[in-house]
């Protein structure tokens, strides 16, 4: 769980991007196929939107207007091209999570808004969740997209209510369950509402917003902590997360 947490910090940000290798040749030609392999993978969202889980490296080549050899030229094969995605997901998430989860907005409003990120983005890719979430390759992989992304939200909320709590003088001890709990829940009824649709985004996001609050409101008050939900806290505790090493080399590139 280390190389998880070590992933969630506070106060300063990740380094982006990997430092130079002082040959500028290749430096240029890393910066060539990170650039490409990115093209390619913009490609297979495309795809995937429009052929669904079961894409083929074929649907994929003719989005990027390319051949099948030149894409096994950036991916070893489909399971890598679906890391790839994986990654990219989390990227997409987390772009829209972390400035919800660190809002400067009052308690309702932030728990709405983070959970309208994460909505917002299986509804606009919800072939890509449910191809990590399937979890379908060709070959076992060592990566598990889904499973690493609810154990580094879970680990930063964890954080995050731990810091709350500590400030309103409470046991700090029940933020971790608490947030695995919450993010579970989320995961939960995010698959069930991609499958269902029996409700709008909005509602569902309400409900969840709603359920979440009164389980917050309710331990504080059981502790003699009263919050408005309406006005922002004197303290915006934030945490910084970052999405797992993009592994974005690749193969041999011709």
């Not at 207007?65 to 950036?74: A, D, F, I, N, S």
């Not at 606009?124 to 499973?147: T, W």
């Amino acid at each position: 769980m280390s190389a998880v947490t070590d992933r969630v910090k506070r106060g300063k940000a990740p380094k982006a991007g990997e430092p130079a290798t002082g040959d500028a040749r290749r430096d240029r030609w890393r910066k060539h196929r990170v650039a490409r392999r990115a093209e390619f993978v913009e490609a297979a969202l495309k795809a995937l939107d429009e052929h669904g889980p079961d894409l083929a490296m074929e649907d994929v080549a003719v989005a990027a207007g390319v051949t099948k050899p030149v894409l096994y030229r950036h991916f070893a094969d489909k399971a890598d091209l679906y890391v790839a995605l994986g990654q990219r997901g989390t990227e997409l998430l987390f772009s829209r999570l972390v400035p919800a989860i660190n809002a400067e907005l009052a308690p309702v409003p932030r728990i709405r808004m983070a959970l309208d990120a994460f909505f917002g983005v299986i509804e606009e890719h919800p072939n890509l969740y449910r191809l990590l979430a399937r979890g379908s390759f060709d070959k076992p992989i060592d990566a598990d997209v889904v499973a690493e992304d609810k154990e580094l939200i879970a680990t930063a909320l964890s954080a995050l209510l731990g810091d709350y709590m500590r400030m309103f003088e409470m046991d700090s001890g029940a933020a971790e369950p608490w947030a695995y709990g919450i993010v579970g829940m989320v995961q939960n009824t995010g698959e069930w509402w991609l499958e269902r649709r029996s409700m709008s985004r909005d509602s569902v996001v309400e409900y969840l917003t709603q359920i979440i609050w009164a389980a917050i409101d309710g331990l504080c008050r059981q502790r003699g902590v009263v919050i408005d939900p309406n006005l922002p806290l004197e303290e915006n505790k934030v945490v910084l997360l970052s999405a797992a090493p993009d592994h974005t080399e690749g193969t041999d590139v011709g």
